[in-house]
C-alpha cells in the first residue's frame, strides 16, 4: 500500500483576495470641499413643486425646505427693492417676473401678461436650486416682526383682529401663494394689504368682502367694514389707469361713417398712453 502523502493544513484554508477596507465617512471626517459638494449634489435633485393659484399671472414655487421659516413673509416689486434679498435679485433677472413673495416654505413669482410660464420655468427652477446650493440667506436684512404680532398697546378689538387674521386669514390666503398685511383699525375700519398672488388678482375684491370682511364682522361686532391698502406707487397707477379709462369712454369709437381714420384712433391711443405715462413719473 502506498503512502498516504501528508497536505500541509494550510492548504485546506480558502483563499480569498484581499480587499482595501473602505472607511466609513462621517460628516466631521469630510474635508469642506467635499462637504459643499455633497451639499450641492443633494440640492441639485431637489423636486420644486409648482401650484396654480387664482391669478393667472402668479405661480407658486414650492422647493421642498424652509424659505423664510414659520411665520416669515418678504415681498419685492422691483430689482432695485431686492437688494437685500440674493434670491430675489436673481429672479428679477429672469425677463418677464413683476414680483417675487417669500412665504414660510413657498416663493410666489408674479409675472406680466405677455410672457409665458414655459419660456419661464426653467431659468426659475434653475436659479431656485443653484442659490439653495450655495447657502445663502434669503434675506441678508432682519425683517421686522410680523404685522399679526399682540403689541402691549393693542386693544382687545385689536387683538381678536390680529388673532383671526393670523389663525384664520393668512393660512388660508397663502395656500393660494398670497399672504394678507394688518395696517391698522380706525373707527370699525380694519386696513389690511394684500400681497403676493393676491395683489394683482382680479377676485382680490371678492376675497376682501366677501371673505375675509363677513368673518371678521361676524365674530367681532365693532368691525364695520374693510379698507384695501395701496403703495403710493399703487395708488398712483390706479390713478393714472382711472384717467386712461375715462378718456377711452369719452372717445368716439371708429366706424365707416366717421371721419376718424384708423391711423388717426392709433395716433390718439399713443398720445393718450405717452400722457398717462409722463403723469406716472411726474408723481413718483
Given at each position: 500500500m502506498g503512502v498516504a502523502k501528508s497536505w500541509p493544513r494550510s492548504f485546506f484554508k480558502p483563499s480569498f483576495p484581499k480587499v482595501p477596507l473602505i472607511p466609513i465617512l462621517h460628516e466631521k471626517s469630510l474635508s469642506?470641499?467635499?462637504?459643499?459638494?455633497?451639499?450641492?449634489?443633494?440640492?441639485r435633485t431637489m423636486f420644486i413643486q409648482t401650484e396654480t393659484t387664482p391669478n393667472q399671472d402668479s405661480l407658486k414655487f414650492i422647493p421642498g425646505v424652509p424659505v423664510m421659516g414659520e411665520g416669515g413673509t418678504a415681498e419685492f416689486l422691483s430689482g432695485h427693492s431686492a437688494s437685500t434679498s440674493p434670491l430675489a435679485k436673481l429672479l428679477?433677472?429672469?425677463?418677464?417676473?413683476?414680483?417675487?413673495?417669500?412665504?414660510?416654505?413657498?416663493?410666489?413669482?408674479?409675472?406680466?401678461?405677455?410672457t409665458p410660464w414655459q419660456l419661464m420655468k426653467p431659468d426659475i427652477y434653475a436659479?431656485?436650486?443653484?442659490?439653495?446650493?450655495?447657502?445663502?440667506?434669503?434675506?441678508?436684512?432682519?425683517q421686522p416682526p410680523s404685522d399679526t404680532t399682540i403689541q402691549e398697546g393693542d386693544?382687545?378689538?385689536?387683538?381678536?383682529?390680529?388673532?383671526?387674521l393670523e389663525t384664520r386669514v393668512r393660512p388660508a390666503i397663502q395656500e393660494d401663494g398670497g399672504d394678507i398685511e394688518y395696517r391698522g383699525f380706525e373707527n370699525g375700519i380694519v386696513k389690511l394689504k394684500l400681497r403676493g398672488s393676491c395683489?394683482?388678482?382680479?377676485?382680490?375684491?371678492?376675497?376682501?368682502?366677501n371673505g375675509i370682511e363677513n368673518m371678521l364682522m361676524h365674530y367681532i361686532p365693532e368691525v364695520i367694514s374693510i379698507q384695501?391698502?395701496?403703495?403710493?406707487?399703487?395708488?398712483?397707477?390706479?390713478?393714472?389707469?382711472e384717467k386712461l379709462?375715462?378718456?377711452?369712454?369719452?372717445?368716439?369709437?371708429?366706424d365707416v361713417g366717421n371721419?376718424?381714420?384708423?391711423?388717426?384712433?392709433?395716433?390718439?391711443?399713443?398720445?393718450?398712453?405717452?400722457?398717462a405715462s409722463d403723469d406716472l413719473y411726474s408723481n413718483t
Open positions: 469642506p470641499n467635499l462637504t459643499r459638494s455633497l451639499e450641492f449634489q443633494q440640492v428679477f433677472r429672469i425677463e418677464g417676473v413683476r414680483g417675487v413673495f417669500f412665504g414660510p416654505d413657498f416663493i410666489t413669482i408674479s409675472k406680466d401678461q405677455d436659479n431656485i436650486m443653484d442659490f439653495f446650493a450655495t447657502g445663502q440667506p434669503i434675506v441678508t436684512e432682519e386693544s382687545e378689538v385689536v387683538q381678536m383682529i390680529k388673532e383671526l395683489r394683482t388678482c382680479d377676485s382680490s375684491v371678492v376675497t376682501l368682502k384695501q391698502v395701496l403703495d403710493k406707487e399703487e395708488e398712483v397707477g390706479q390713478q393714472e389707469f379709462e375715462k378718456r377711452l369712454t369719452e372717445m368716439e369709437f371708429y371721419t376718424h381714420s384708423p391711423l388717426k384712433l392709433q395716433l390718439w391711443l399713443s398720445e393718450t398712453f405717452c400722457m
